[in-house]
Nanobody
Framework: QVQLVESGGGLVQAGGSLRLSCAAS????????MGWFRQAPKKERDFVAA????????YYTDSVKGRFIISRDNAKNTVYLQMNSLKPEDTAVYYC?????????????????WGQGTQVTVSS
């Protein structure tokens, strides 16, 4: 079992930045690939970014490339999502997720553990 707790969401103006954190507890954090997803009202949960177990490989959805950076600190059992140049369309609840798999990281069904989510609201 892995427990995930997100933090760092909030209200920000367009063009601003936020850093989300996801703290993990339970089993060995470095054994899990980690992902960030987001869900806007009445929409499906969409992939945002993912990072491999050791952090060597990262993946992004096209709409956030060049603006968001995913990273992890295995010593602190934490994964981060640095979000820059935020846009109103980035508004959503952001979830972190963990999986023992190292493939299929863009798909929610790959992940076994999810956090409770943190709200990000970007005003225009």
């Amino acid at each position: 079992q892995v427990q995930l707790v997100e933090s760092g969401g909030g209200l920000v103006q367009a063009g601003g930045s936020l850093r989300l954190s996801c703290a993990a507890s339970g089993r060995t954090f470095s054994a899990y690939s980690m992902g960030w997803f987001r869900q806007a009202p009445k929409k499906e949960r969409d992939f945002v970014a993912a990072i491999s177990r050791g952090g060597a490989s990262t993946y992004y959805t096209d709409s956030v490339k060049g603006r968001f950076i995913i990273s992890r600190d295995n010593a602190k059992n934490t994964v981060y999502l640095q979000m820059n140049s935020l846009k109103p369309e980035d508004t959503a609840v952001y979830y972190c997720a963990a999986t023992e798999w190292n493939n299929g990281l863009r798909f929610p069904r790959t992940y076994d553990y999810w956090g409770q989510g943190t709200q990000v609201t970007v005003s225009s």
